[in-house]
């Protein structure tokens, strides 16, 4: 399935082209394994059939027991098919069981060689002669040296014959230590016409995607795949297989695991780099796709100057690539999964404990919450539980003020598992855990941690986090018309608690359960208006008299709340104003959009141009706070 190789199809086509009008030579196709390199091979081969040229290939062979000129010994047999005396001779002086040479001969041994390079050059010659000639040696970093070293005479001989000779090698194989073939396929490519192919881009990954699935993906998944195999197309078509499989729409599904193709492919790659490398990189594995050298280093317990260039071994080798000064990354995440997983359980939960403290450190690196976090509590139960807790609830917090929503939930859905559960988890994240529930939409999971926590609290007789859960499920949103009994029955208890206490005036988190029942009984099957108006107006007057700007926001939103009925525009005008202020000094970023929310409408009621204004303010606050 070839997809985005246009221009190589081109090339070789134009190259096939030349040699039948009788002006040949030699195409080498370059590339890591899975680029395409035999697919496009074959696409030359069929179109060079199709313009009445013969074709035949050669392979070369991995590994020991193959004899010397092995690929073009599988070409002159093919070709001798015919029974032609030439290629009888050819193939006898390949294999060395010609007279002259089977004579124990203490000649020359340059003038043997040359006259071996010379028959096999005139034998394709002179087929090419009777019809144009496209041969394919495929592999050409297994190839022994006298096969390449006959591939480079020949290459300065077909400049004037209707011979075509395609050879195809993975590039990233021979720059890998002191390959064997390296200087040879320098110097041909220095004959020859050399493609270099690299990965698909993400637009040429969706269309392969959609041919393997037979739908288009959405940009998220393009970029999944992409990113995953840097564009390969054998490793995407593989990958996409696995997501075919997983049986569920495309939009749905997860960009995971290796398949086993490509992870055979993978290993055999790192099987070729010094072990002290595939060390080296193991420990890269763990710290993410992208690694700061140094530290790296640190981690494996190795000098700088030791850790560079075994580094920079595995960049000639393609599976590293340079990044900015002092920063490496995999050349794709899939060589970062094998070597993952490759490792011991408990040796990765040790490098994972050794990164996290590094970068507690700032040795060098500004780390964020989100990376200490995850290293903690991959590692668990390796290290300390507490450090680890605390470390998922401050990337939860940190992501709470980007809006990321979904992600301080999954944080703090983490930090619960690792405490040990919701029955042993510290109440106050538990309640947190619920919060981010709800702001990530999660209306009924939110529900079931906060009445959790709330269980809980009760029977503890803590009643500030009794106050805090119920708040919280007084927030998780159901349907107008569903009962709310449950809720406002917590809101009332937690109420009463409050007044068991006797307090003077009554805390703030007080005002905000009353600005909470308020709400609740203005709609619904429940519905008191007049007390919910009473109990909205005693919040906004405790929540003045306890100077808390947070809880005066939410009293003075609940009082919005209440009054929002025919004839009160220019009344809730003025709470508007009051709600904007008292939501910017708290920094109640979705209590402002509220504020300007309710302070549009009032002017639309009331007809005052200003609205649109109004509006104008509202959107711009409220894409910001959608990118921040």
């Known amino acids: 399935m070839l997809v985005g190789r246009r221009l190589a199809i081109g090339a070789l086509s134009s190259a096939v082209d030349a040699a039948i009008g009788g002006a040949g030579g030699v195409v080498l196709l370059a590339g890591e394994a899975g680029m395409g390199k035999t697919a496009l ?92 000639l496209v041969v394919v040696i495929d592999d050409l970093h297994w190839a022994d040296a006298s096969s390449l070293r006959l591939l480079v005479f020949l290459a300065r001989q077909l400049h004037d014959a209707a011979a075509l000779v395609i050879g195809t090698y993975r590039d990233v194989e021979v720059m890998v230590g002191d390959h064997p073939a390296r200087p040879l396929l320098a110097e041909l490519a220095g004959q020859a016409e050399l493609i270099r192919l690299t990965g698909l881009t993400a637009d040429e990954v969706g269309q392969l995607i959609e041919k393997v699935c037979g739908e288009r993906p959405q940009a998220p998944l ?41 992870g055979d492919v993978l290993a055999r790659r790192l099987a070729r780099l010094p072990g002290t490398v595939v060390d ?70 040790a490098l994972h404990l050794s ?26 139960p390796l290290g300390d539980r507490d450090r680890a807790v605390t470390a998922l609830i401050d990337a939860a917090q940190e992501a709470t003020a980007r809006t990321a929503f979904d992600e301080a939930a999954a944080h703090l859905r983490r930090a619960v598992e690792v405490a040990g559960g919701a029955t042993a988890v510290d109440l106050a994240v538990l309640c947190e855990y619920g919060d981010a529930l709800r702001r990530a939409g999660h209306g009924e999971d939110a529900q079931a941690a906060l009445l959790g926590a709330a269980a809980r609290a009760r029977a503890t007789g803590e009643v500030g986090l009794f106050a805090r859960a119920a708040f919280g499920a007084h927030r998780v949103a159901t349907l107008t018309d569903s009962s709310r009994s449950g809720v406002i029955a917590l809101l009332q208890e937690a109420l009463a608690a409050f007044d068991a206490e006797g307090t003077v005036g009554g805390p703030p988190a007080r005002w905000l359960l009353s600005a909470s029942l308020a709400r609740e009984l203005a709609d619904g099957p429940h519905r008191d208006l007049p007390r919910a108006v009473a109990l909205a107006s005693a919040a906004v007057n405790g929540a003045r008299a306890a100077d ?67 509006l104008g303010t509202f959107t711009r606050l409220a894409e910001r706070a959608r990118y921040r």
């Open 41 to 132: 091979a074959s696409e030359a081969v069929a179109y060079a059939k199709a313009r009445g040229a013969e074709t035949v290939w050669g392979t070369c062979w991995e590994g020991d027991g193959a004899p010397g000129f092995w690929p073009w010994i599988q070409v002159v047999r093919a070709l001798a098919l015919d029974g032609g005396d030439a290629g009888e001779g050819v193939l006898a002086e390949l294999t060395g069981v010609t007279e002259e040479r089977s004579g124990g001969v203490l000649g020359d041994e340059s003038a043997l060689r040359f006259r071996t390079y010379d028959m096999a050059a005139t034998y394709v010659r002179r087929r090419a002669a009777q019809r144009p």
């Open 355 to 380: 990164v996290a403290g590094l970068l507690e450190q700032h040795t060098g690196v500004a780390a964020t919450a989100a990376e200490i976090a995850y290293h903690r509590s991959v590692a668990w």
């Open 548 to 614: 808390d700007a947070g809880v005066l926001a939410y009293a003075l939103f609940a009082l919005a709340d209440v009054r929002w009925e025919p004839g009160t525009a220019t009344e809730r005008l003025g709470i508007a104003g009051d709600l904007a202020a008292a939501a910017g000094a708290a920094h109640e970023t979705e209590l402002v959009l509220e504020a300007h929310l309710c302070r549009l409408v009032a002017l639309l009621e009331l007809g005052d141009p200003a609205f649109t204004i109004e």
């Open 222 to 262: 393009i970029q999944a795949v992409h990113a995953r195999t840097a564009g390969n197309p054998f490793f995407a078509q593989q990958i996409v297989r696995l997501l075919a499989a997983q049986g569920v729409p495309l939009d749905r599904a997860l960009v995971t695991g290796i398949p086993p193709a490509v």
């Open 280 to 349: 080296l990189l193991a420990v890269a594995s763990v710290v993410g796709r992208r690694f700061p050298i140094a530290m790296v280093a640190a981690i494996a317990g190795a000098p700088a100057a030791m850790a560079v260039p075994l580094a920079d071994s595995a960049v000639r080798a393609a599976v590293l690539e340079q990044d900015e000064p002092g920063h490496l990354r995999f050349s794709h995440d899939l060589f970062r999964d094998v070597l993952y997983d490759g490792l011991p359980a408990a040796r990765r939960s």
